[in-house]
């Protein structure tokens, strides 16, 4: 018996057996129809980055410093700030998570700036919970400087970096490319900043005295002391305390080429469209960092970086947001695999104008990952729309993926396979000893910088990971490598060697382990691997267990801190993907398991063609610090432990995860489907499916 549910749109699908073709087709054209209606002329797609409400809160903060205040966007910037708060009156990093500390602080202050009095109630609740978790005391570092900012917090409790740290070379332990692509645009202003100690004045009105637990005048400042005698962490507390004696000192007479040496490098890696990095905390700092020493001779790059800074706001008559990053290259080269691997056809002018202006898109210039990488031509892409110093490995294997698969005239498709080519030597040469991809950069590991009292909050690392890696070797496949070739084969051995005992692998750039599982087996099964082997089928079977009763797959944000809460969470439409993605790629095409999740994507359409998912599901920084899963969590009281509340961490909602995930897996199940050989009579299992056979072929790109 078959039983019948009607899904958003109307349309019937079954629960329990094998999905009717016809509906799932229908799905499909109402995704690609979504999809076909939502870009821009351009030829790209863009959905919004969702983060916390810091990122209105430090646009308040930031235009207050610059003295650029719309008291229009005020309005709407607080108007977005008090959506999000708790029914607690806190603010928090993800959808759900506890509040946490440091980002309510910073909203209540904003607030309280903006002209919220502290009576109302709004503020009266964030205040009452932001004592409750130990006041401003307690929040993180980069809290700590925003507020020592506004005269809101001694800089005596802020780490000291002197500037003369961009006079040491790229080979000495603690340069500045030591850091991680996104900290180390960060850090470089931020040594000019905590030197300079700038305090823009604010009215005594908007002062936030009332969250500290003791008058200010008994507060401790002081940096907190690491609880081990011994190691990098207690090393760098008392190197810290010598550099503020340093500093006290009343001649420095390296100082001023250092500072030069470290407004030029800002100067320098400023992008077209005004950001630093791409990312809105070098962007901020800079800014900050520029106006501080001189804003006369700096105002046409300030005015540049700020009108860029709101160019990305997410606005209407009501609130105004400015995103942490914007992701068009990065959805547009999702939503482009989608569509093909669903049957759209490769030479669909919607593809040919996505496929185009991802050709443009490619960067041709040099950046920072040529100061462990030299001799090797450009030929990346960027996450954003301008980010030509940090070109992303994960991007551009991707965006390789979705033009291969894509169709041109024969001049443009002869472009295209040479904007290929110098993309994958471009990558190539970005492989790390241990056989595996990072993010940006090659070699970037080492431990000792976390340890550093200023990094308290993200990742200051950038090593390899899993979900990154896999993605390349699932590009390299359909570029016609094979393990025969040795690059091919050190990443099949990282990404074996990376596998949990529990079978899953774990998501650094998305949550979690159904990510990192997602895009582990489809990597496997591309090279050609045996998918019957133990290995495989322990990861399958850890899907499998993970499943929910609604048919779909979901995970917390808190599965990063939380060990209890690997793979479990509410039912999302990306994550069900995922999930989907690697029950496929193992050949578990004919799976219940499978066709409920099918099904769990079909019934949750909605009439237009998309998917609701208020979760996030994006990982920008977990908060270890590392960049990667830490062997042994942090203890309460040592650096970097955080509960659920992520305090040190970054997580995001990508709007166009909802939408181009589940039709790439609907994509793929209907083509296993309805193009898979004939079963003979009596048969009861498939031959597994993998997205290359395996067949040793000379690679032909070589």
């Not at 790229?170 to 900290?183: G, H, R, V």
């Not at 001799?375 to 991007?395: C, K, M, Q, R």
């Not at 359909?478 to 393990?483: Q, V």
Request: charged share 20%.
């Amino acid at each position: 018996m078959v039983v019948q549910n009607q899904n958003r749109s109307g349309v019937a699908w079954p629960e329990t057996a094998a999905l009717d073709t016809g509906v799932l087709d229908q799905a499909i054209q109402h995704s690609q129809d979504y999809f076909r209606g939502c870009q821009y002329n351009e030829g790209y797609w863009w959905g919004e980055l969702e983060s916390n409400a810091t990122m209105a809160a430090e646009y308040l903060l930031l235009s207050y410093f610059l003295g650029k205040m719309d008291q229009d966007r005020w309005r709407k910037s607080s108007n977005y700030i008090l959506s999000k708060q708790r029914e607690d009156g806190s603010w928090g990093q993800y959808y759900q998570a506890p509040g946490d500390v440091s980002t309510s602080i910073e909203a209540y202050f904003a607030l309280k700036l903006a002209g919220y009095s502290a009576d109302s109630e709004p503020l009266r609740k964030a205040r009452e919970f932001i004592l409750s978790r130990g006041g401003v005391p307690q929040a993180r570092v980069f809290t700590k400087i925003w507020l020592a900012l506004f005269g809101q917090w001694d800089w005596a409790g802020t780490p000291n970096m002197p500037p003369e740290l961009m006079l040491l070379p790229s080979w000495a332990p603690l340069n500045i490319y030591e850091f991680s692509s996104w900290a180390r645009p960060t850090v470089v202003p931020l040594l000019l900043v905590l030197t300079r100690k700038p305090t823009c004045e604010v009215p005594e009105w908007a002062q936030i005295d009332e969250l500290y637990p003791q008058p200010r005048s008994e507060t401790d400042y002081s940096l907190p002391k690491p609880p081990a005698k011994l190691g990098w962490a207690n090393l760098f507390y008392h190197l810290n305390r010598l550099v503020g004696l340093y500093h006290r000192l009343p001649v420095h007479p390296l100082r001023s080429l250092a500072e030069r040496r470290a407004v030029q490098w800002v100067l320098d890696h400023q992008e077209a469209d005004g950001s630093w990095a791409g990312i809105q905390p070098p962007w901020v700092y800079s800014l900050i960092a520029l106006h501080h020493l001189d804003s006369l001779s700096h105002e046409p790059v300030i005015e540049r970086g700020f009108d860029g800074f709101e160019k990305f706001a997410i606005e209407d008559e009501d609130t105004f947001n400015v995103q942490g990053c914007v992701s068009p290259v990065w959805d547009t080269c999702l939503v482009q695999l989608a569509l093909l691997e669903s049957g759209v056809q490769a030479d669909d002018s919607m593809v040919v104008n996505s496929t185009q202006w991802l050709v443009d898109q490619q960067i041709l210039t040099g950046g920072d990952w040529q100061v462990r990488v030299r001799d090797v031509p450009p030929g990346g892409w960027a996450f954003e729309f301008h980010n030509d110093l940090y070109p992303d490995i994960d991007d551009s294997s991707v965006v390789i993926m979705a033009l291969d698969l894509a169709r041109l005239d024969p001049e443009e498709e002869t472009r295209k396979d040479q904007v290929i080519e110098r993309g994958l030597s471009w990558m190539l040469a970005l492989q790390n000893k241990n056989g595996g991809w990072a993010a940006f950069d090659r070699g970037n590991t080492r431990g000792y910088m976390t340890q550093l009292p200023f990094s308290d909050f993200g990742e200051s690392l950038d090593p390899p990971s899993a979900d990154v890696t896999a993605h390349v070797l699932e590009m390299l496949s359909r570029m016609g490598y094979t393990r025969a070739d040795l690059r091919v084969e050190r990443a099949y051995r990282y990404l074996r060697q990376e596998q949990e005992d529990d079978g899953s692998w774990f998501g650094r750039w998305g949550v979690n382990y159904i990510y990192g599982t997602g895009a582990a087996l489809p990597a496997l099964a591309a090279i050609g691997e045996d998918m019957s082997q133990p290995y495989v089928q322990r990861a399958v079977g850890w899907v499998l267990e993970h499943q929910n009763e609604d048919g779909g797959w979901g995970e917390s944000c808190g599965s990063y801190v939380d060990s209890s809460l690997h793979g479990v969470g509410p039912s999302t439409a990306s994550q069900t993907a995922w999930a989907l993605l690697a029950l496929l790629a193992a050949g578990e095409v004919d799976h219940s398991a499978t066709r409920r999740g099918v099904c769990y994507l079909v019934g949750r359409q909605e009439a237009d063609g998309t998917w609701d998912e208020p979760y996030f599901t994006g990982t920008g920084f977990p908060g270890y610090g590392l960049g990667e899963r830490p062997k042994q969590p942090p203890k309460p009281g040592e650096q970097h432990f955080q509960g659920l509340e992520m305090s040190g961490g970054f997580m995001i909602n990508y709007h166009m995860y909802r939408n181009c995930w589940p039709l790439l897996a609907l994509g793929r199940y209907r083509k296993l489907v309805t193009e898979r050989p004939e079963v003979s009579e009596g048969a009861t299992e498939f031959e597994p499916w993998s997205l290359n056979r395996g067949t040793a072929v000379p690679n032909p790109r070589s």
